[in-house]
């Protein structure tokens, strides 16, 4: 999951662009000895991150910290952002082939 889920469901994610930050904090962990950290019982539920579940752990790019986000969901992110990188691309090639001069051959690449 991302900060985008807000009080909203894992279906209406894809619609919300922006939480406030009393809907995105889930809580403060404590670091253990063995670098261990207990995700809150409140973040599991409404993230619906379970025992077994496999969670990436990336460095925040602009700030310290860390990301954790199911590997399923970053999946579907990057399938849904390439699904329109490629929608982008084709709208990009047809506008340039419909400025193209009549007599010219389209561009074959794609």
């Not at 809580?27 to 496999?54: F, M």
């Amino acid at each position: 999951m991302s900060l985008l889920t807000c009080q909203k469901g894992v279906s209406e994610l894809r619609r919300e662009a922006w939480c406030s930050p009393e809907e995105v904090f889930l809580g403060a962990v404590t670091v253990g000895e063995r670098g261990q950290v207990v995700i809150p019982a409140e973040a599991r539920k409404k993230l619906d991150i379970h025992p077994g579940d496999k969670l990436l752990v990336m460095s925040h790019p602009f700030a310290t910290g860390i990301i954790l986000t199911k590997v399923d969901a970053m999946r579907e992110f990057l399938y849904n952002f390439l699904e329109g990188l490629t929608g982008a691309e084709r709208a990009v090639q047809e506008a340039h082939d419909a400025s193209a001069p009549p007599d010219a051959e389209p561009n074959s690449k794609g």
